[in-house]
């Protein structure tokens, strides 16, 4: 059974200061590991999708890595609008298991 | 990227009736699915909804207590069936798209029994 771990399961920053949100999994064979966003009151918005250890997706000040065995999303000098809460799942097409986040909030 | 839209966007039930929530995408889709996010966990898979045929429940999940139809590829409903609050919850269908492993998700019902 796939198992997906978020730390921590709050984070406050301070505008511009930088940070990272950890994703461990436990998979039996990883197709695929992605990364969303959910702002209160909405559905999850797609962020990216990660497939082997090494591999890195960038997006404004967001930077998604992968490992064997978990996944970094870092935050370059983030902003207030990127609190959100960040949700990691595994698996890949019809079946996705969820994390249960990382609520981000970032004071002015 | 298809847009998803849900109706209604949230509601209050009494305990003991059904809610039949919509769902309806822009385009055509192969894969349809169902999730329930209970406050503090996780996002956890219903079912997926099959283009005619009964759709594929989760374990924990049946189909007389969350009867799902799918008519056509660009809709679908969920009915929660004799609501207890228990069932007090996010609901959202996701879509999975031709040629990418990720899915996309539409807006949410927010759904509160009393």
């Known amino acids: 059974e796939d198992q997906v771990t978020q730390s921590p399961e709050a984070l406050r920053l301070q505008e511009g200061e930088s940070s990272s949100l950890n994703c461990s999994y436990t998979?039996?064979?990883?197709?695929?590991l992605f990364w969303y966003r959910q702002d209160p009151g909405k559905g999850p918005e797609f962020l990216f999708t990660?497939?082997?250890a090494g591999e890195e997706k960038e997006k404004e000040r967001l930077k998604a890595t992968l490992t064997k065995k978990e996944s970094f999303l870092h935050i370059t000098a983030p902003k207030p609008e990127d609190s959100a809460t960040y949700l990691c799942?595994?698996?890949?097409?019809?079946?996705?298991?969820f994390g249960k986040g990382t609520m981000l909030l970032v004071s002015p | 990227s298809a847009v998803i839209s849900q109706k209604p966007s949230r509601d209050i039930c009494q305990r003991g009736t059904s809610l039949t929530i919509q769902c309806q995408v822009d385009?055509?889709?192969?894969?349809m699915f169902w999730y329930r996010q209970q406050p503090g966990q996780s996002l956890t898979l219903i079912a997926t909804?099959?283009?005619?045929?009964?759709?594929?429940?989760e374990s924990g999940f049946v189909i007389d207590k969350f009867p799902i139809s799918r008519p056509n590829l660009t809709f679908s409903t969920l009915t929660v069936s004799n609501m207890s609050p228990e069932d007090s919850s996010i609901y959202l269908c996701?879509?999975?798209?031709?040629?990418?492993?990720?899915?996309?998700f539409g807006p949410g019902t927010r759904l509160t029994v009393t």
């Open positions: 996701s879509v999975g798209e031709t040629g990418g492993d990720e899915q996309y």
């Open positions: 998979v039996s064979g990883l197709r695929g």
């Open positions: 990660l497939y082997s």
């Open positions: 799942a595994v698996g890949g097409y019809s079946t996705l298991t």
């Open positions: 385009s055509q889709v192969t894969m």
């Open positions: 909804a099959n283009q005619g045929s009964e759709a594929t429940y």
